[in-house]
């Protein structure tokens, strides 16, 4: 089955719902129909049946976007919250690894 999308809007709040296997391909899609939507914009994904990793993090930068996920499957959220975990230990680590190499440089300008 491809995506189905429909878009509801009532009283200025937008609902997205998702429906069937939603991919990569689709996403460009699932921004437009998300674009210039306002505060409350709930996507729904009661019937999304398999989605693959760049939809789960598409999924994790619209949360922080403010987008609310209503009616995830369970293996989805799971996963949304699995890449959350590893993309904020990359972040963190990268933030190390960038101070560590600051204070190398530092420290070899200051042994010329």
């Given at each position: 089955m491809?995506?189905?999308i429909e878009k509801i809007v009532h009283q200025r709040r937008t609902t997205v719902r998702l429906i069937g296997r939603?991919?990569?391909e689709d996403l460009l899609e699932?921004?437009?129909?998300l674009e210039g939507s306002s505060d409350g914009t709930v996507l729904q994904m009661?019937?999304?049946?398999?989605?693959?990793?760049?939809?789960?993090?598409f999924l994790n930068r619209c949360e922080?976007?403010?987008?609310r996920i209503v009616n995830c499957s369970p293996y989805i959220r799971e996963w949304i919250?699995?890449?959350?975990?590893r993309s904020q230990e990359k972040?963190?680590?990268?933030?190390?690894?960038s101070l560590e190499r600051t204070k190398w440089q530092k420290h070899t300008k200051l042994s010329k």
């Open positions: 491809t995506l189905k939603v991919r990569a699932v921004a437009r129909q009661d019937e999304v049946t398999l989605v693959d990793i760049d939809v789960v993090r922080t976007d403010g987008v919250s699995r890449e959350r975990s972040t963190t680590k990268d933030k190390s690894h």
